[in-house]
């Protein structure tokens, strides 16, 4: 029996929705080129991916530059 496939916009959802209500865990790593940051303009503590120029980072719960 096939399985369906997962839908990577489904799986960010749900993660983000359980990190907002459980909190980031004790010993919480991010990978190179990402930041733990709180963003100006939604208030969400969210995962930001930074540009490879090391300039700007991109709010990965509202898409915006910081």
Known sequence: MAQ???DDRRVLHDYLRLLERYGE??????G???EIR???SCGHH???HIDPEGMWARCSHCG???
């Open 32 to 34: 190179p080129g990402h």
């Open 46 to 48: 969210a995962i930001f």
């Open 64 to 66: 915006h530059y910081a």
């Open 25 to 30: 865990p004790e010993d919480a790593e991010v």
């Open 38 to 40: 709180t963003c100006p």
């Open 4 to 6: 369906p496939a997962l």
